[in-house]
């Protein structure tokens, strides 16, 4: 299969401003811009035929030159929590996964920002794929506006139904930054979807120079993967460690401009028998102290062929009270979609089975 991404440029990965050079060099005034900007970005259209406003003439004038890049709903798979396993498919033929999990005062959309991943972390089904290729910012966008398309034709109610996105799918949201820094911009606009950046949590494995460049050029939250207290632990489960250990990764954590409503989440995956014993959730308190910031505890969710194993709830329960009793905000994320491998470290690109 080709690795191609499109040769014409993408309308939909396009800001406001370079949609209106983009119309101006075809003849056109500015105000055209803005009609197709929010065609592709409220209006969740697919292709320039259904902009039925502009003209013929126009519409094939852009079509020779540019491209509207939709990824196509290949598969919903409904969970008996809510929760809806989308798989999608881009122009070129690659296949990614965003996952739906509706609750009581919210609805979030986990989107993904890479076919695949680099980062190869020893327990997470994504890593097996490696990295295929970067999503686009419109493709990271498009998962949006094709999820909150098909909720609108379920029948829950418009225009957006999606009320936060976290970027935790496939993919290291890092070390794609400029494709996700536009696609934060273009979720922002108010011509588009229009999301607050306190809706928007972007997850990382700890790439500490591009934390800093985070920080510095976008409002969205921030969430660190650390999962391990010990840089002997951590490099065996998450291979960027060795790069970036824990006390470099903890010190740009300690420098993230904590603007309003900017705290940031540790993410704390529990591997029974590897990073979950009393003695670990002390050094994980110990690392914490004193930052403004919350810690994530997620059981482990199994993976066929990979050597971890899911913790008792009760072990869970006593690490939690652990961080608690030393003045740590930590809550146990709820497992949402494991029925159907739609829950955190279970996307992977079809072709293999998830058990
Ligand atoms: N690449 C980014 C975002 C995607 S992974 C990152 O690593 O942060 C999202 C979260 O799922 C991470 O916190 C990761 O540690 C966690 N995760 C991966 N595999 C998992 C699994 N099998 N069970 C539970 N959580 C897992
Ligand atoms: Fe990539 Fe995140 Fe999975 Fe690690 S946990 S391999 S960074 S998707």
Known sequence: MSTAVAAKPDLRSMSLAELTA???QAGEPGFRARQI????????????EQMTDLSKGLRQRLAETHSVDSLTEDLAQQASDGTIKFRFRTHDGRQLESVYMPEEDRKTLCVSTQVGCA???AFCMTATMGLVRNLEAGEIVDQVYRVNAALMARGVPGPRPLTNLVFMGMGEPLHNFDNLKR????????????????????STSGLVPMIERFGAETEAKLAISLNATTDEQRTELMPVNKKWPIAALMEACRRFPAKQGRRLTFEY??????NDSLEDAMRLAGLVKGMDAKVNLIAYNQNPGLPFQSVEPSQVEAFHRLLTERGVVAVVRKNRGRDIAAACGQLVAPGRKNA
């Open 37 to 48: 900007f929010k065609w592709l970005h409220q209006k969740y259209a697919s292709s320039l």
């Open 22 to 24: 983009v119309v101006a």
């Open 183 to 202: 696609a934060l911009e273009l979720l922002e606009s108010p011509e588009g979807s229009n999301f607050s950046h306190r809706h928007l949590t972007v």
């Open 269 to 274: 995956v529990m591997l029974k028998g590897v």
């Open 119 to 121: 980062m190869g972390c």
